[in-house]
């Protein structure tokens, strides 16, 4: 019997986890080796220089700084395509265009998070992808930080330790194949969480934006 879409991508999250354990001549894990991933292409070396994007443009940062969890892959996206991909100590840009979006957060065994936005041209956005733990659940939050705020000082402090991935050609492959399957559940906890806490979450807007980082 061929695997459904829905076991398959929680096929490839485990398989992004344990294709990324660094193991050292006698198998045993080295915990100061970076996780890699092979469905994204990292920068040589960490650090962060970001450009202000087009003045017809938005560009959204994604960064999930820190070493948590770090066998675990996290998917977000824009509707219904991706955005980006991060593991543990990485960061995305994604460039796009104006309006309004919604950016929803996948990971294996976590519940999905979602972030209403309004991007405004030749501004830039952060979104701290966080960790968090609630009624004995994990989820990656999508978490937009305002320009003035600690948060974003704290994160400017946290990104150059943070390299820089891309969705790698394999990625994107199995993202074609498998996106509707994927997308429709996710779509479905979206109207619920409208309905719910969603209600009371911020959005993304104008104040939001940052003219350089």
Same mark, same amino acid.
């Given at each position: 019997?061929?695997?459904?879409?829905?076991?398959?991508?929680?096929?490839?999250?485990?398989?992004?986890?344990?294709?990324?354990?660094?193991?050292?001549?006698?198998?045993?894990?080295?915990?100061?080796?970076?996780?890699?991933?092979?469905? *994204?292409?990292?920068?040589?070396?960490? $650090?962060?220089?970001?450009?202000?994007?087009? /003045?017809? #443009?938005?560009?959204?940062?994604?960064?999930?700084? $820190?070493?948590?969890?770090?066998?675990?892959?996290?998917?977000?996206?824009?509707?219904?395509?991706?955005?980006?991909?991060?593991?543990?100590?990485?960061? /995305?840009?994604?460039?796009?265009?104006? $309006?309004?979006?919604?950016? *929803?957060? /996948?990971? *294996?065994?976590?519940?999905?998070?979602?972030?209403?936005?309004?991007?405004?041209?030749?501004? @830039?956005?952060?979104?701290?992808?966080?960790?968090?733990?609630?009624?004995?659940?994990?989820?990656? $939050?999508?978490?937009?930080?305002?320009?003035?705020?600690?948060?974003?000082?704290?994160?400017?402090? #946290?990104?150059?330790?943070?390299?820089?991935?891309?969705?790698?050609?394999?990625?994107?492959?199995?993202?074609?194949?498998?996106?509707?399957?994927? @997308?429709?559940?996710?779509?479905?906890?979206?109207?619920?969480?409208?309905?719910?806490?969603?209600?009371?979450?911020?959005?993304?807007?104008?104040?939001?934006?940052?003219?350089?980082?």
């Amino acid at each position: 019997m061929r695997p459904s879409p829905q076991s398959r991508f929680f096929t490839l999250s485990l398989a992004l986890g344990l294709a990324a354990l660094p193991f050292g001549s006698c198998g045993i894990v080295d915990p100061r080796a970076p996780y890699r991933f092979s469905e *994204m292409d990292y920068a040589e070396t960490p $650090g962060a220089s970001i450009d202000p994007p087009p /003045a017809d #443009l938005s560009l959204v940062v994604f960064a999930r700084p $820190g070493l948590d969890l770090p066998m675990s892959a996290t998917l977000v996206y824009d509707g219904d395509k991706p955005a980006a991909m991060l593991s543990a100590g990485t960061w /995305a840009s994604y460039l796009t265009r104006p $309006g309004e979006r919604v950016f *929803m957060s /996948a990971a *294996m065994d976590h519940d999905p998070q979602f972030l209403r936005a309004r991007l405004m041209p030749g501004r @830039i956005y952060v979104v701290h992808v966080a960790l968090i733990y609630r009624n004995d659940v994990f989820s990656y $939050g999508l978490i937009p930080l305002r320009p003035g705020s600690p948060e974003l000082a704290d994160m400017k402090a #946290l990104l150059p330790a943070c390299t820089h991935v891309e969705m790698s050609s394999s990625a994107r492959e199995w993202d074609a194949d498998n996106r509707a399957t994927i @997308i429709a559940p996710l779509r479905a906890r979206y109207d619920k969480w409208l309905l719910g806490e969603g209600k009371d979450r911020a959005v993304m807007d104008e104040p939001y934006g940052l003219t350089v980082l």
